[in-house]
């Protein structure tokens, strides 16, 4: 089963940003905390992936709290094709795969 | 390398015909894994192999679902006599390494399956 609680949906206005929660909060100290995110009817896209420590690239940011409870995914300009379903994984450590929850439904608007 | 390919991109079959896809992964990856969506919900973990063992599998695998990876390299997923049950998008996904030391998964644009 997931780990990760996420709200089913979100709406943000184009050309701002989108900060997207996810809580873990039985998270370990040595488990990564993964973003992917799926347009309709393509596979999941990776967008970014962090431990401990802050991430930033050319997609989105990653912001994970100081006890590592809960995270936020910013999309910091938002664009119409960000509309997606955005997945927080956190795969645990005896398991090397990714259990998918349902996701936050992103809708971009203009 | 062009990333995860899947054939086909859609299938329609008739309710107890058998088929088969294909999922060629990036040539680098050793760990593949098969996942099944249904409209509305995430993706559901099926198999995963490393190299050519298979090491999982879920109880969702029933035994209508057979996978193989005989070289290492490309994977087939079967299922046999179909059930409308079985439509669904099949995903594949490779990675370099474990998920759990920060190696994330690259998937293909799955294919997408209709049993009519």
């Known amino acids: 089963d997931a780990k990760t609680t996420q709200p089913p949906s979100m709406d943000c206005a184009e050309g701002r940003a989108a900060n997207l929660p996810c809580n873990h909060s039985?998270?370990?100290?040595?488990?990564?905390v993964y973003w992917y995110r799926q347009i309709h009817s393509q596979g999941p896209q990776y967008i970014i992936h962090?431990?401990?420590n802050n991430e930033t690239n050319e997609m989105a940011s990653l912001i994970i709290t100081e006890d590592r409870k809960s995270s936020t995914l910013i999309l910091p300009h938002a664009t119409l094709r960000d509309t997606a379903v955005y997945y927080c994984?956190?795969?645990?450590?005896?398991?090397?795969?990714?259990?998918f929850g349902s996701g936050t439904k992103l809708n971009v608007k203009p | 390398d062009t990333g995860v390919s899947q054939d086909p991109r859609h299938k329609i079959t008739k309710r107890g015909q058998n088929v088969t896809f294909r999922c060629d992964p990036i040539?680098?990856?050793?760990?593949l894994y098969w996942y099944r969506q249904t409209l509305g919900q995430g993706p559901e973990f099926l198999t995963y192999?490393?190299?050519?063992?298979?090491?999982?599998k879920s109880r969702l695998l029933s035994d209508r679902f057979s996978a193989e990876r005989p070289k290492g390299s490309f994977s087939t997923l079967e299922i046999q006599r179909t059930e409308q049950g079985d439509s669904a998008m099949y995903l594949c996904?490779?990675?370099?390494?474990?998920?759990?030391?920060?190696?994330?998964?690259?998937f293909g644009s799955g294919t997408r399956l209709t049993v009519v």
């Open positions: 994984i956190v795969p645990e450590s005896n398991f090397n795969k990714f259990y």
């Open positions: 962090g431990l401990k």
């Open positions: 996904a490779s990675s370099l390494g474990p998920q759990t030391r920060g190696y994330g998964y690259t």
């Open positions: 039985t998270i370990s100290g040595n488990e990564y």
């Open positions: 192999f490393q190299n050519e063992a298979q090491l999982e």
């Open positions: 040539s680098e990856h050793n760990r």
